[in-house]
């Protein structure tokens, strides 16, 4: 991964334990209902990823958050994470210094669909694995006060499609 690359097309560098995680497992999914999303350019060239997930956030956003000049550099969300439900897990990035970043839950479907949690990625995981939240920050249970918790890296995940798949090669 070319981390320089990714901080100059995001506009912003990343929370050092997401690439910690990154380095250490890839992306990939949490127990078949959660996805760790694999960091691509914000572009919007029909690819899934970061990119997708956060314009897909950004759509909910509320608008009395986002200033006008953070529009053109980094978003004022990031997404790096979603799950079978279409929840979406990112960063408020308000914060010079990423690793001050919090974690905001953008829930699908609800009259009030986001929530702050001031803490890291790996922090926010943990703590939902060992449900110490007043109250699962998700709409499912399956990462809820559960543990341990099964990662599956996406080349794993995908390997029996493309072996099925024709269009893999493509």
Known sequence: MDWLAMADSWGTTFPSDYIEFMVEYG???????FEVLLPNTP?????????????????????????TETRQLKPPVIA???NIVGDIA?????????????????RNRRRDPWTEYDCSMTEFL???????????????DALWNLVPQEFIHRSEEFADFDDENPWASL
């Open 126 to 140: 943990r703590r939902t694995f060992m449900g110490e939240w007043d109250k699962n920050p998700f709409g499912e």
């Open 27 to 33: 992306s990939g999914g949490i127990s078949e209902s």
């Open 90 to 106: 990112c960063w408020r990035t308000g914060e010079a210094n990423p690793d001050r970043w919090t974690v905001v839950i953008l």
């Open 80 to 82: 790096w994470g979603v």
């Open 43 to 67: 572009v919007l060239d029909g690819t899934s990823g970061m990119g997708q997930e956060t314009a897909n956030a950004l759509a909910d956003w509320p608008a009395a958050n986002t200033p």
